[in-house]
Each structure stands twice: as structure tokens, then as C-alpha cells.
């Protein structure tokens, strides 16, 4: 599966921000799906995954009743839609795929977020 990201960008603290990731290729019911983060200077992050059906959704503490990750299986696609953004979410977030509950092997390219003061 090839994942590609969007939707990242510029937006004031308190804004809302909603990431896209298309997946390409087969069976994409079939992957768990999550979103991490690298910001500058740290090690990339988990933030949220979501399991193959989109029954079971899971989130860092630090996002937990902020972000909203969600899929369409249909459209090959997943979202982070997050709200109350902070200044310390500012980062790559990247979506990454793993089948059938195994590890997260697939990545996309990132996509950049910015949270003003």
C-alpha cells in the first residue's frame, strides 16, 4: 500500500485542522491505519490509530478528546481531524498502515503542521 498525506498547513492556537491520507493499491480494509508526528528536534510520535473496520480508535494522551481519527473504507482514505490545536502540535504528521494488526511498515511522505501563539 502507498500512503500520501495532505491537508497540513498554517493555523492560529485554538483552530481546527483536518489531515487527509489516500491509500493506493489492495485491500485497504485489511490495514490498521495511524497517524504520528515528528516535531523539530524530537523522535516522530504515535498520535492515533484506528482499527481495520474503524471500530476501535485509540490516541496519545496528549491529543485524547482533541483529535478525532476516522476512515472510509470505500475511499481509501483515512483522517486526524483535530481541534483546540496547541502550539506543541505543531509537526510532520505522517499516516502510517499496518496489516492486519501487524506493524506499522507502510508510511507516507508527511504532511507539515504549524500552530501559531
Known amino acids: 500500500v502507498q500512503l500520501q498525506a495532505s491537508g497540513g498547513g498554517l493555523v492560529q492556537a485554538g483552530g481546527s485542522l483536518t489531515l487527509s491520507c489516500a491509500a493506493s493499491g489492495r485491500m485497504f480494509s485489511s490495514y490498521r491505519m495511524a497517524w504520528y508526528r515528528q516535531a523539530p528536534g524530537k523522535e516522530r510520535e504515535f498520535v492515533a490509530a484506528i482499527s481495520e473496520n474503524g471500530g476501535s480508535t485509540s490516541y496519545a494522551d496528549s491529543v485524547k478528546g482533541r483529535f478525532t481519527i476516522s476512515r472510509d473504507n470505500a475511499k481509501n482514505m483515512v483522517y486526524l481531524q483535530m481541534n483546540s490545536l496547541k502550539p506543541e502540535d505543531t509537526a510532520v504528521y505522517y499516516c502510517?498502515?499496518?496489516?492486519?494488526?501487524?506493524?506499522?511498515?507502510?508510511w507516507g511522505q508527511g504532511t507539515l503542521v504549524t500552530v501559531s501563539s
Open positions: 502510517a498502515a499496518g496489516y492486519r494488526g501487524g506493524q506499522f511498515d507502510y
